[in-house]
């Protein structure tokens, strides 16, 4: 990610204030009100579940509405309800897990759901993929209909609910930080310098990617972790210019150290700054490729 580009990331808070809906009915909501697959209290909700994992692009468009026309806003533009039908479909769907951010009634007869979904796809071969999507959900006449949603593309890897996270320490010592990793190594590990910021989107996908069990694995054994703190471009530029990494390339930026603390590899072409772009194998590829050899 970019220095400013920042501003630009997908809010996880999915605020969804395009169009102004009036209530069209006054049933209660606990009278539509149930438990979903993923755990989630919002019957419309289970029913959407079920038609996307179903490929039931019939049952999915019928829960849209209408009156006013449903608009679901994706970064490619805006969708109608047949357009986002289509675009579930096409990701074959084998299972869905939806975990909830936010679920409130903003007024009377609309209900605001905001979620991060993980998707078992079987488009074009077996994968997991992420995205996240805010929905606004009216009762009209005593049916909940799909008025508008926003969702962000779908990622290989996951996407942080919040940038809230302390991954970057502000006031740490990052060259007494780099100097005691190298002694960690113990003369056999690498060391691995993310250099970030806690306000860049990537670099929290970054971090969440290394907690994956396959990543963590080799992290572990292979590699002792620095995060640097950039701040806005602003703190350890020397420490950046050292191992060539440069911060008009964007960040997460990388190096790479051995037990020496000898350079091996740097970031030169912000390889790293697009990290919501990049795949599980991606990163392990990487890691593979510069860990220790065998002793």
């Known amino acids: 990610m970019r220095f400013g580009s920042w501003r630009t990331a997908f809010s996880v808070f999915l605020l969804l204030a395009a169009r102004q809906v009036v209530p069209c009915g006054t049933a209660q909501e606990t ?37 006013p026309p449903a608009r679901v806003n994706t970064p490619a533009g805006d969708l109608n309800a047949d357009g986002d039908a289509a675009f ?38 077996s994968r997991t993929l992420y995205l996240s999507e805010g929905q606004m959900w009216q009762d009209q006449g005593g049916q909940w209909r799909l008025v508008t949603a926003k969702r ?9 609910v919040s940038l809230d996270n302390e991954i970057y320490p502000s006031g740490a010592d990052a060259r007494a930080e780099v100097k005691h990793a ?30 994956r069990s396959d990543l963590a694995a080799v992290l572990q054994k292979d590699y002792e972790l620095v995060h640097v703190d950039v701040g806005r471009g602003d703190k350890n530029q020397d420490l950046m210019q050292q191992y060539h990494v440069p911060m008009k390339r964007g960040i997460p930026a990388i190096a790479v150290l051995d037990s020496t603390g000898t350079l091996l590899f ?4 912000g390889e790293f700054e697009n990290a919501r772009s990049l795949a599980p194998e991606d990163l392990l590829q990487f890691l593979n490729k510069w860990k220790p050899r065998a002793r």
């Open 266 to 269: 740097s970031q030169e072409n």
């Open 31 to 67: 009278a539509h009100s149930t438990k979903t697959a993923s755990g989630i209290t919002f019957t419309p909700l289970q029913q959407w579940e079920a038609a996307v994992t179903g490929g039931d692009a019939a049952a999915l468009r019928a829960l849209y509405s209408s009156a």
């Open 182 to 211: 190298v002694a960690e190594t113990k003369g056999y590990k690498r060391v691995l310098v993310v250099f970030g910021a806690n306000w860049c989107y990537d670099c929290h996908v970054l971090d969440l990617a290394f907690h």
């Open 152 to 160: 962000t593309d779908p990622a290989r890897l996951q996407q942080p």
């Open 88 to 125: 579930w479909a096409n990701l074959k769907v084998r299972s869905l897990k939806l975990d909830l951010i936010q679920s409130d009634s903003p007024q009377s007869g609309l209900r605001q759901i905001v979620f991060q979904a993980e998707i078992h796809s079987a488009a074009p071969s």
